[in-house]
Structure formats: structure tokens, C-alpha cells
């Protein structure tokens, strides 16, 4: 029996009359030790349910597979969001969008150029299918038809943005309803005709997408859908940045009018985000329109919790507009959480990368030109490609194709230059000093499309590579997923060969009692951060985003250890923790 049902004008939940006042909040974007915490602070600011996506790239990264522990333990937060008395909109997809990292589908799946994504190409639907075997049964008890909180359930994700192809969609309905997927299920697109046409299913109601011009949006939606309930699936109330681009932010006030609009008009809604928390590790995604745009680490999205899951002005003043519609628990606002002192790190041993990399990774060979990192089997990080040029002298390297995303290139381990996909690069001038020297290739994934045509573009060496002409062969590919740097053997700075290479960095720090923080880097410009095991995820100086947030539950008191992979060179012989977050400036 499906709990939430829809009459000609709104919903009922269980026969009675129910307005959904909901808030994103990704459950594989906050440390589950803190999911608890930040529910409480959704039903405090006046949210009755919340909404996550299901990233399926994570949850099963090899066919056959499911994870479904930790940061991935989707059962527990939806036990946890029940006692916290919220209900849940889920939305497994199978593609999220959401500004990660693939849109959320598989490399081993996009990795073959044949399939046609997110269509009923039944290369594609046997993958899902496979796939939803796994995953629905052991979220069958938290449907709201079987005592749990899940009250609606999402086909697909803005399909009318990407396709037409009303068969896929029939035929993803059906395999959550052959799974016992009981409950409300909807779609959700931009508030357009075309979009909400192609993207819409007859007996599924239909939701939209928008940030501002709620009465024409509505009314848009409407004339869509001419009965039933009206609903913003994500009300936008913020946005996401990219690396070079200033810190996206929207007035407080300005949002909480919009957002007052919406309840006035007797829609239900999504805020999103609520909580938008982190891109930990290599998760974040990318945009390509006329160039690829790589999203930054922080998910903040000037959301109503902070990244740190502090309450903003947004939560304070949405939780005024919530209380002129609907009960707010009558409790005081939650406050913000502590904060770890201001603490220096020296940062003082060292590992340089080029002459470890076989420490991390053993070298495939390949006899002929590189191959791409998919073709190594490699979802994420980065790939050190390593031959050697026949000649000496002046010329030009030349990478057909040119790289996905950034290469930097050394010759007998000296940096001779830097080659991106965002700025179309594909050649090199350098000096070869002997016949034979050693060419070295870095070559970084700065995260998979999202968005579009290009989910699913190779990352790595994306051709031949040749020097003044002449092919290069022979190539030692290194696959660097980076979960062992703890393999690194580490020495005192004063005694490590000191290049202008990639290197590792590690130092130690004392914590007295655990608490949120923020590791501020002046002085170093690009590369990766772990504390105590934990991948915090990219930094870089070319901003807007200046900290990475480190979660209280990382941190363990005494002893604690921080390790960078630093791409450039650097002097600087310590990092900071800081008790402020530093997003960058915002764009004027």
C-alpha cells in the first residue's frame, strides 16, 4: 500500500492531508558520524523529510558488487533520519547529476563507447538491472509501506534535459515496481514544456526544477500536470563552484522570499541544498560546455548548514518563512559547533613521487602508444606515464587528442611544462638534453562530466604521443589510486632529494579534544590532503575555495598525522588549521 498518494490538488499521507517541507541533504557527502547531527538539524529548522541522492559509481565500483558500509551505508541513515521522525525522497537515479563525479554512473560501465547511456539500449538496462538486484532488497524495509521512511521514490533525474526515450523510462518504473518498490515514485525536470514532455511519465507525477520566478514556474508545471500536487523538487538556493571562478552565494533574504512564494501557493518543496557537505576524495564532478570546468572539493552551495553543518543566514531565516505554514518544533535554534584552536603543523618529512611511484603502483606495459586510464582499470586519481625520447635536442611534444584533465610533463625529472584539457592543449616545446632520456607524464583526473554528452570521457594519455614527429613507444603506465600512501617511505626533508617534482609531505599535529577544523595551505599550490588516513579531497591556489574542511570525527585525541601529495614545488615547511573556512571571494 503506498503511504503517500496524491488527491487533484496536494498530497495525503496515510488518508490525511501532507505538505512536504523537504531539504537535500547526500548522505556520501557528510562523515556518518555527523549524519545524526545534521538530521536533528533538519527538523529543527522545520523540515519534515529529506532527500538524498544514490550515487550508483560508489555503491557498486565493480560489476557484481555492492557497498554498503560507511560513508555508504544507506540503511543506517535512513534508520537515523526515521528516528529523528523524518520522512526521505529518494533518488537512485540511475544517473544523479548532482556535480559528481560521472553524474554518478559507473566508469566500467561509460568506459564502453558502444553503450548508449541512459537509453533503453539493453546494454545499458542489463547493467541497471543487475545493478537494482542488488540494492533495492536491502532497502525494501525502509519503504514507508514496511514501517520505514522513505515516502516517494524518483525515476531517473531531469531526463528531459538529456533524452526522449519514453521507453527507458517505462522501463525503469517497472523494474522498481517488480522490486517491490511500492511507494509514490516521480520525476523531476526544469520548468520548461520540452523538458517536463520529454522527461515526464503518464501515472507518475511530475515535479520541477527551478531557483526564482516561482509563479511562472508553477504555472509552467501546472499546465504540464493540471491536477495533483504542485512541487519543486530542487529549489535552488545556492550554487557550485568551479576551480577558477569566484564563490557563488545568494542573499538570505532574497531566497527565504522565493521559498515563501512556493509554500504560499500551497506547493510542496525541496530545498536544495539544505546541507550541501563535501566532496571528499577524487568525487567531485566537472562541467563541459565550451571547456571542461572542474568542480572544487567544497559542496558548501552557500546552503542553509554550512559545510561544517553550521546553521547560516538561510537557516535561520527559512525557518522563520516554515513557521508562517506549517509547525516548527518549538525548540531554540542549534548553535555552532566548536571548533579546534589554531594550530601550526610542521610539516617536516618527505617523499618525492616520480622515483616511488612503483611503491604505489606496478607499471603496466604497454609496447605501443599510452592508453587511457579507464583502460587501466583506474575510476579515479592519476596515471604517471613514464618512457623514454630516442633524440636530444629542441623539439616539440605532441599529445594527440590532448589530455584528460592535466599533465604535467618532466624530462629526466626536470618540470618542462604543463598541458590542460580545460584550455585545449596538446603541445609541448621542450629541450631533450641526451638520446634516451627519461619523459615523464603526470596525469591528474580533475572528475568525470556530470552534465551532458561527455559523461563518460576518458581521462589520461588520450593518444599517441610524439616527439618532433617521431612516435614515442614503450611506455610504464603507473595507476595511482592514491589509497596507500601509507606505503610511502617517508625521510626528514634535510634528507630527501629535494626536485622540483611532485612529492608527498607528511607531518604530525596533537589534538586534545576532537573537533571540527579547516587545513588552510599558504604557500603550496596544488595537490591532495589526507588526515589520519582520510582523503579531505583537492587543493589548489588558483582558488576560490582556500581551506578544506576537515570533520571533527577524523581527528582522534593525541597524536594526529597529515599527508599532502604537493604537485609543485614548495618551501613552505607547515600547514594551519584554522577554525574559519575560507570559500573565496564572491562574484560581485
Not at 607528511?506 to 573537533?515: C, D, H, L, M, Q
Amino acid at each position: 500500500m503506498t503511504v503517500l498518494s496524491t488527491s487533484s490538488d496536494g498530497f495525503r499521507l496515510r488518508g490525511e492531508p501532507f505538505r512536504i517541507i523537504s531539504g537535500a541533504m547526500h548522505y556520501f557527502r557528510i562523515h556518518p558520524d555527523q549524519w545524526a547531527d545534521r538530521l536533528r538539524k533538519a527538523r529543527l529548522m522545520g523540515l519534515n523529510t529529506v532527500e538524498t541522492y544514490v550515487p550508483w559509481n560508489l555503491h557498486q565500483p565493480e560489476p557484481g558488487t555492492l557497498v554498503l558500509d560507511g560513508i555508504l551505508d544507506l540503511p543506517r541513515y535512513l534508520r537515523l533520519a526515521q528516528a529523528e521522525g523524518l520522512h526521505v525522497l529518494l533518488r537512485p537515479g540511475p544517473y544523479i547529476c548532482a556535480e559528481w563525479d560521472g553524474g554518478g554512473l559507473p566508469s566500467w560501465l561509460t568506459t564502453d563507447t558502444d553503450i548508449r547511456l541512459r537509453t533503453s539500449d539493453p546494454r545499458f538496462t542489463d547493467a541497471l538491472d543487475r545493478y537494482l538486484d542488488l540494492l533495492i532488497p536491502p532497502l525494501l524495509p525502509q519503504l514507508a509501506a514496511n514501517g520505514g521512511p522513505v515516502i516517494a521514490v524518483q525515476v531517473e533525474n531531469e531526463y528531459g534535459a538529456y533524452g526522449d526515450d519514453r521507453a527507458y523510462l517505462e522501463h525503469l518504473a517497472e523494474s522498481f515496481r517488480a522490486r517491490g518498490v511500492d511507494e509514490l515514485l516521480f520525476t523531476c525536470d526544469q520548468a520548461n514544456p520540452a523538458h517536463l514532455a520529454a522527461g515526464s511519465l503518464p501515472g507518475v507525477l511530475t515535479t520541477g526544477t527551478f531557483g526564482s520566478r516561482i509563479t511562472e514556474s508553477l504555472d509552467q508545471l501546472r499546465a504540464h500536470q493540471p491536477e495533483g500536487p504542485l512541487m519543486c523538487a530542487e529549489f535552488w538556493i545556492g550554487w557550485f563552484d568551479h576551480w577558477g571562478e569566484p564563490h557563488h552565494v545568494r542573499d538570505a533574504a532574497d531566497a527565504a522570499a522565493d521559498l515563501d512564494r512556493l509554500l504560499s501557493a500551497g506547493a510542496s518543496v525541496n530545498i536544495y541544498m539544505f546541507h550541501g557537505g563535501t566532496n571528499f576524495g577524487f568525487t567531485n564532478g566537472a562541467n563541459h560546455d565550451h571547456a571542461y570546468e572542474p568542480i572544487v572539493t567544497s559542496y558548501d552551495y552557500d546552503a542553509a548548514l554550512t559545510e561544517s553543518g553550521d546553521p547560516g543566514p538561510k537557516y535561520h531565516a527559512f525557518r522563520d518563512v516554515i513557521s508562517r505554514h506549517a509547525p516548527v518544533p518549538d525548540e531554540p535554534a542549534p548553535a555552532p559547533s566548536p571548533k579546534l584552536p589554531r594550530t601550526v603543523v610542521e610539516v617536516g618529512d618527505r617523499a618525492p613521487l616520480l622515483p616511488h611511484a612503483g611503491v604505489l603502483a606496478e607499471p603496466v606495459r604497454v609496447d605501443a602508444g599510452p592508453v587511457t586510464m579507464e583502460e587501466l582499470g583506474l575510476r579515479a586519481g592519476y596515471v604517471l606515464y613514464r618512457t623514454t625520447v630516442p633524440v636530444a635536442g629542441d623539439g616539440v611534444l605532441h599529445f594527440a587528442g590532448g589530455v584528460g584533465d592535466r599533465a604535467q610533463v618532466f624530462v629526466d625529472g626536470a618540470p618542462v611544462g604543463v598541458l590542460e584539457r580545460e584550455r585545449h592543449e596538446e603541445t609541448l616545446a621542450v629541450r631533450v638534453m641526451r638520446a634516451g632520456a627519461t619523459l615523464d607524464v603526470l596525469v591528474e583526473n580533475m572528475g568525470g562530466v556530470n552534465y551532458g554528452p561527455r559523461i563518460g570521457a576518458a581521462k589520461g594519455l588520450l593518444g599517441p604521443v610524439t616527439f618532433d614527429g617521431t612516435a614515442l613507444h614503450g611506455w610504464d603506465c603507473h595507476p595511482l589510486a592514491l589509497d596507500a600512501a601509507g606505503a610511502i617511505p617517508f625521510a626528514p626533508a634535510a634528507d630527501s632529494p629535494s626536485d622540483a617534482g611532485p612529492a608527498f609531505h607528511r607531518g604530525t599535529f596533537e589534538v586534545r579534544t576532537p573537533a571540527d577544523t579547516f587545513l588552510s595551505l599558504p604557500g603550496w599550490t596544488k595537490g591532495q590532503a589526507w588526515i589520519n588516513g582520510f582523503h579531505l579531497g583537492r587543493y589548489w591556489n588558483r582558488g576560490p575555495q582556500r581551506t578544506l574542511y576537515v570533520p571533527a570525527p577524523v581527528l582522534r585525541p593525541g597524536t594526529n598525522d597529515v599527508v599532502l601529495l604537493e604537485l609543485q614545488a614548495t618551501t613552505e615547511p607547515r600547514v594551519h588549521l584554522t577554525d574559519t573556512p575560507e570559500l573565496g571571494p564572491v562574484k560581485p
